[in-house]
């Protein structure tokens, strides 16, 4: 079975059909959490094209002028901000979990963001 590439923005509609199937597009904690998503995911794509454009290290000027190279700083950034959209994908898992009680489309969803 081959998985399709899906665009942020088709994988944002897949969500959203999944969310309107179990009636839970509209309430608040999982509106708001779905943004908090788009967003995180928004910016893994801007740090990754940063980090494709700048490798993985970049020199840094300290004072006096003097050169060092460092660990790209989008690096940590982008780990931070997966981390926070991994958590993020749970509680919007969660959030269906609770207002909803066809357990089949909720494992759907979950499987659907999972990959």
Request: hydrophobic share 35%.
């Amino acid at each position: 079975m081959s998985k399709e590439k899906l665009t942020l923005q088709e994988q944002a509609n897949r969500i959203l059909e999944q969310a309107q199937e179990k009636g839970v597009q509209s309430n608040f904690f999982f509106v708001t959490t779905f943004k908090r998503y788009q967003v995180q995911m928004a910016t893994l794509a801007q740090l990754e094209e940063a980090i494709k454009e700048h490798g993985p290290t970049v020199e840094k000027e300290y004072v006096k002028g003097r050169q060092n190279i460092v660990v790209n700083p989008a690096i940590t950034e982008y780990n931070k901000t997966s981390t926070a959209a991994n958590g993020t994908v749970s509680t919007l898992i969660n959030i269906i979990k609770t207002l909803s009680n066809e357990p089949d489309a909720v494992d759907a969803l979950s499987e659907f963001l999972n990959g």
